[in-house]
């Protein structure tokens, strides 16, 4: 299975609309958010696709952002963390703004992979049996090139795709 991991898109929709374009061509099963979506409008972006969204400290339309998804895919989930599996693996998201949640979750060494936002910064570090990742920012303040990833959960390897 194929998962696209997004985050902080922060309403700029053309790149989010780049980024939708190369998950349409790339078999892609589900989409993790890791917050910042802001509102339901861009979360609408994302359809069909079942979606995990983790609120993250832009999104102050939480109900409507939650409403909108449910609508798109009754399969769909949003809360400020997931913690769940997904084709046999243990995964977490968060957004990252509560570094103590992040921690917490980090420290439980009770997941194969952790997702997470935030900072704007692709990351991607081992923490025991941990990989903790930052898909890097579709939107929002511009730290580095625009990015997200793809999880291939058979074999679990990360692929970061730049947008620009």
Same mark, same amino acid.
């Given at each position: 299975?194929?998962?696209?991991?997004? &985050?902080?898109?922060?309403?700029?929709?053309?790149?989010? %609309?780049?980024?939708?374009?190369?998950?349409?061509?790339?078999?892609? %099963? =589900?989409?993790?958010?890791?917050? !910042?979506? $802001?509102? =339901?409008? $861009?979360?609408?972006?994302?359809? *069909? +696709?079942?979606?995990?969204?983790? +609120?993250?400290?832009?999104?102050?339309?939480?109900?409507?952002?939650? !409403?909108?998804?449910?609508?798109?895919? *009754?399969? &769909?989930?949003?809360? =400020?963390?997931?913690?769940?599996?997904?084709?046999?693996?243990?995964?977490?998201? $968060?957004?990252?703004?509560?570094? &103590?949640?992040?921690?917490?979750?980090?420290?439980?060494? %009770?997941?194969?992979?952790?997702?997470?936002?935030?900072?704007?910064?692709?990351?991607?570090?081992?923490?025991?049996? $941990?990989?903790?990742?930052? *898909?890097?920012?579709?939107?929002?303040?511009?730290?580095?090139?625009?990015?997200?990833?793809? /999880? !291939?959960?058979?074999?679990?390897?990360?692929?970061?795709? /730049?947008?620009?």
């Amino acid at each position: 299975m194929n998962i696209a991991i997004l &985050s902080d898109t922060h309403n700029h929709l053309a790149n989010l %609309q780049k980024a939708m374009r190369i998950i349409e061509n790339e078999d892609i %099963q =589900a989409i993790i958010h890791c917050g !910042d979506v $802001t509102t =339901a409008e $861009t979360v609408s972006f994302l359809s *069909p +696709y079942k979606v995990i969204l983790a +609120y993250g400290n832009g999104d102050f339309a939480s109900g409507e952002i939650r !409403d909108t998804l449910l609508r798109m895919n *009754p399969n &769909s989930f949003a809360a =400020a963390v997931f913690e769940g599996e997904i084709d046999d693996l243990r995964v977490a998201v $968060t957004h990252g703004h509560h570094v &103590s949640r992040l921690q917490k979750l980090l420290e439980s060494q %009770q997941f194969d992979f952790i997702f997470f936002g935030h900072s704007h910064r692709r990351e991607e570090s081992l923490h025991g049996r $941990t990989r903790l990742i930052n *898909p890097g920012a579709i939107g929002g303040l511009r730290k580095e090139e625009r990015s997200f990833c793809i /999880l !291939d959960t058979q074999t679990r390897q990360i692929r970061f795709i /730049l947008l620009e």
